[in-house]
């Protein structure tokens, strides 16, 4: 049987025609692109292509404010880091709550250095409060840095209202995009966004390619220094298969944004109707009003979230959990506490995540295989009886020592 | 993923003795939902022998926490309660040919939930209050509580300390920021506000007064005799081998032969004897020792 892949928010597939257009540049085009001669204007040449489609991609209005990096931290440590380098006078950064850890363990680690920082809470269903983020909006904040859509639930943000809110009062503001990018139309000419991180692993292209989008203007700190290149905002060599590799996936992002917001939005609502209806106590976390169209979190309550990865892993369907056991802390997602989801649930957290290979009998595959497998861990479970939880499970299975 | 056993994921995907256990007379429930695992344990005992005659779980957790449970089914299933005791956290690890270090304390679980069975029927009652912190040192599974409580009872104040007492830092370095961040914040608490913190105790020892040859033995041995309790907890021990001016030589035996951790080991050692004897000495294996120039 073949292997069903619904973990694309943690990594997708290179497209086949992704691999095509990067592999001459290991062999026929193997130049610096900093070379004088011929083998390096080659080389030059394409990453000026590249940075273009890229550009094309978020709507950028120049392409020199496209900036490679090698991953989506780099991109954002880059950008934090400069913020706060660009503007000595100021010690303050707002994020929230539900960030990525390339995000929070940064900003964990500035606080300990003794800058402050505002983390944004969320409500049950992953949104942000405005009025408290308007309310933080005050002279010392160096930078706001808030993702554009969450990458376990899929939970949009309403980014460039926020960045719209930070520049009234001359605020910078950063957006970790690695979740969007590829699956959300951007034209970032159009906000005021400052800076923009992305990944490229996450729409096709390989790993180890990322993007800072930086707002000509917009104050700047580099992260590494010791060499011109990317305008000597990022130096180091530039690793150009990669780089010619993101440009594709950037063309091939733009060509599939109606697919990916159309059929992939079908099968993933089709796949959360399919399991919902034969699951009970079971629910979609998030908020099911503005979410990205490939993304879906269910929480299964009573059972595990490793274990259920396990049985699907076995039946060569691969997704993802929140639970504490996948990723060896004792607490499951902060994402899911940060939303107020119950231990009961927020330990049963499954993400399937969709692509543009993802095909409607590979739904039905996966919607035909969760249910016996959630019935299958519920019957092992202590807070559960034949057909529904025991009454009261906090309290019916209280241990005696935790 | 994790890299588990073919016995763990044999005893996940087909547990043996799941389900609940009409007929128990000794139930021990242990975890919680709050950590992701929580496990009942159901025994029947036949009153006149002790004898453990049939043993289910039932288990809310991940893949090993499922297969720690069903191992400790099969392992009691037979025993006496007196023999069940003595089963340790290790026995179930080892039944299922070893677990990740992360996941140790599903065995760990699965022993509690034993104790917590035989007390329940013998109608004792559990006082225990285990708990568990996240976990710092990933090599040998040591977690913050652990250090933290170590730290405070010992008064330690560097991260070799630390190594030496509890393992956590001797193996790939990485959590070593997270060990600074514990002595860091139970130094803080021993300074209390208001307080200045000791200074530094220099490096190089003080001079101190010429040891004659019978009383730095003594002293050696004495430090000798003060790590041994920690090295046989670790079911190893160490023995005195030769001294030879500042070269003192060792026999590390039992588990410490060969384990990766002998350099922490004998660098904990040292820098006792260098406080005990006053002199900068260097504790090496027997091995190093030169080959005799005896006469």
């Given amino acids: ?402 | 993923m994790w890299e588990y056993s073919e016995k763990v994921r044999e005893y996940f995907f087909n547990p043996r003795n799941s389900g609940p256990l009409e007929e128990a007379n000794g139930v021990g429930d242990v975890g919680s939902i709050q950590c992701g695992d929580a496990l009942r344990l159901m025994l029947k005992v036949n009153p006149d022998t002790e004898v453990i005659e049939e043993a289910r779980f039932q288990t809310f957790g991940c893949g090993s926490a499922i297969a720690s449970s069903s191992a400790l089914t099969e392992i009691v299933k037979g025993m006496t309660l007196d023999e069940a005791l003595k089963v340790s956290n290790q026995n179930i690890a080892d039944y299922l040919d070893g677990l990740p270090p992360e996941k140790m304390h599903c065995s760990v679980m699965g022993r509690e939930a034993l104790h917590a069975a035989i007390a329940n029927y013998r109608g004792e009652t559990q006082t225990d209050a285990h708990e568990e912190g996240a976990l710092v040192c990933k090599c040998f599974a040591v977690d913050a509580l652990l250090i933290e409580d170590v730290v405070r009872a010992n008064n330690l104040n560097t991260v070799e300390e630390v190594t030496f007492y509890t393992k956590a830092g001797g193996g790939c370095a990485s959590c070593h920021e997270g060990i600074e961040e514990i002595l860091a914040k139970v130094k803080g608490e021993r300074s209390g506000p208001g307080e200045v913190s000791p200074p530094m105790k220099p490096i190089a020892p003080r001079a101190a007064p010429k040891l004659t040859l019978v009383e730095r033995i003594r002293r050696i041995e004495a430090v000798l005799a003060s790590v041994r309790p920690m090295l046989v907890r670790d079911h190893g021990d160490v023995e005195l081998v030769e001294v030879q001016g500042r070269n003192i030589y060792v026999h590390l035996k039992g588990s410490c032969a060969g384990c990766m951790m002998e350099a922490a080991t004998l660098g904990g050692i040292q820098q006792k004897m260098i406080e005990s004897l006053g002199e900068l000495v260097q504790v090496l294996p027997a091995s190093y020792m030169p080959a005799e120039t005896s006469c």
Avoid at chain 1, 351 to 360: A, D, G, K, Q
């Fill in chain 1, 1 to 402: 049987m073949n292997p069903i892949y619904l973990d694309n928010n943690a990594t997708t597939r290179v497209d086949p025609e992704v691999v095509a257009a990067m592999l001459p540049f290991f062999t026929e085009h193997f130049g610096n692109p900093s070379s004088i001669h011929a083998f390096g204007s080659q080389v030059g040449k394409a990453l000026k292509e590249a940075r273009q489609k890229m550009q094309a991609l978020l709507g950028a209005e120049h392409d020199t404010e496209i900036i490679f990096t090698s991953c989506g931290t780099e991109s954002d440590t880059t950008a934090i880091l400069s913020a706060l380098r660009a503007q000595p006078e100021k010690n303050t950064i707002i994020t929230t709550v539900v960030e990525h850890p390339a995000i929070l363990s940064l900003c964990d680690w500035l606080e300990k250095e003794g800058y402050i920082v505002h983390r944004l809470r969320v409500d049950r269903k992953g949104r942000l409060d405005l009025d408290e983020y308007r309310s933080l909006l005050v002279n010392n904040v160096a930078l706001v840095t808030v993702m554009w859509a969450n990458n376990e639930t899929g939970t949009i943000f309403p980014v460039e209202t926020m960045a719209e809110m930070a520049a009234a009062k001359g605020i910078m503001f950063h957006t970790d995009a690695v979740q969007a990018v590829g699956k959300l139309p951007i034209d970032l000419k159009a906000t005021k966004i400052d800076m923009l991180s992305l990944s490229g692993h996450k729409l096709h292209a390989p790993k180890g390619i990322g993007v800072l989008y930086l707002r000509r203007g917009c104050r700047f700190r580099p992260l590494l220094r010791g060499g011109h290149q990317e305008r000597g905002r990022r130096a180091g060599t530039e690793n150009a298969p990669s780089i010619v590799a993101l440009g594709k996936a950037a063309e091939l992002a733009i060509e599939h944004m109606h697919h990916e917001n159309t059929e992939v939005r079908r099968l993933r609502d089709r796949l959360e109707q399919g399991i919902l209806s034969q699951v009970t106590h079971a629910f979609i976390t998030g908020d099911t009003a503005s979410r990205l169209p490939n993304t879906s979190n269910i929480a299964f309550e009573y059972v595990e979230g490793e274990s259920i990865l396990l049985l699907l892993n076995k039946q060569g369907i691969a997704a993802s959990s929140g639970s504490a056991c996948t990723s060896g802390s004792l607490e499951p997602s902060h994402v899911m506490r940060a939303m107020g989801i119950p231990y009961t649930a927020a330990h049963g957290t499954i993400r399937f995540s969709l692509s543009r290979y993802t095909t409607e009998e590979e739904i039905d595959r996966v919607i035909a295989a969760v249910p016996p497998i959630i019935a299958q861990l519920r019957e092992l479970s202590p807070y559960w009886n034949e057909n529904g939880p025991v009454e009261n499970p906090e309290r019916a299975f209280a241990p005696a020592y935790a």
